[in-house]
């Protein structure tokens, strides 16, 4: 199964709740309160966040953190590479083929990054508004039901 890290589905909670306020500030002891999160992670990654320019940190007695920009600017690519590194299935996509020890034998090398490529787009497409509106169903996965009656 793939699956994001525990800080980057964290990093994709605190991000999404401060897409539904852009203006306002957050702090990382509020966010963890009202997200169930444990408040040394989530400033962990709130710091990992300002540092990929996604959040901006303010000082004072007005201070915490706000989004870097707009929530429709932001996208959950941009949130993953940020706590994650880039998006790649296989160390080859990642680090170039000749990281491979086996790429005059292989085959997959190019559809791996292909894949990768598609994944990317797809992730960079969704921003940090979608993901913080309210949830719904996808759209053909559980299409509505006719009742017929008699």
């Given at each position: 199964m793939?699956?994001i890290?525990?800080e980057t589905d964290?990093g994709?909670?605190i991000?999404?709740?401060?897409a539904?306020q852009?203006?306002?500030?957050?702090?990382a002891?509020k966010l963890a309160?009202a997200?169930?999160?444990?408040?040394?992670?989530?400033s962990?990654v709130?710091k990992?966040l300002v540092h990929?320019?996604?959040l901006?940190?303010?000082?004072?007695a007005?201070?915490?953190?706000?989004l870097a920009?707009?929530?429709e600017?932001i996208?959950?690519?941009?949130?993953?590479?940020?706590?994650?590194?880039p998006i790649?299935?296989?160390?080859?996509?990642?680090?170039?083929?000749?990281?491979?020890e086996?790429?005059e034998?292989?085959?997959?090398s190019?559809?791996?990054?292909?894949i990768?490529?598609?994944v990317?787009?797809?992730?960079g497409?969704?921003?940090?508004?979608?993901?913080g509106?309210?949830?719904?169903?996808?759209?053909g996965?559980?299409?509505?039901?006719?009742?017929?009656?008699?």
């Amino acid at each position: 199964m793939l699956r994001i890290n525990r800080e980057t589905d964290y990093g994709v909670v605190i991000l999404s709740a401060m897409a539904r306020q852009p203006e306002e500030r957050a702090n990382a002891a509020k966010l963890a309160s009202a997200h169930g999160l444990p408040q040394p992670m989530v400033s962990k990654v709130m710091k990992q966040l300002v540092h990929a320019g996604l959040l901006r940190s303010y000082r004072g007695a007005k201070g915490g953190y706000g989004l870097a920009r707009p929530p429709e600017q932001i996208s959950v690519a941009e949130v993953i590479e940020a706590l994650e590194g880039p998006i790649a299935f296989t160390e080859c996509v990642e680090s170039g083929a000749n990281s491979c020890e086996h790429v005059e034998d292989c085959n997959a090398s190019a559809t791996w990054s292909r894949i990768s490529s598609v994944v990317r787009e797809a992730l960079g497409a969704v921003s940090l508004a979608e993901m913080g509106e309210p949830a719904r169903s996808p759209v053909g996965i559980y299409p509505r039901q006719q009742v017929i009656g008699h």
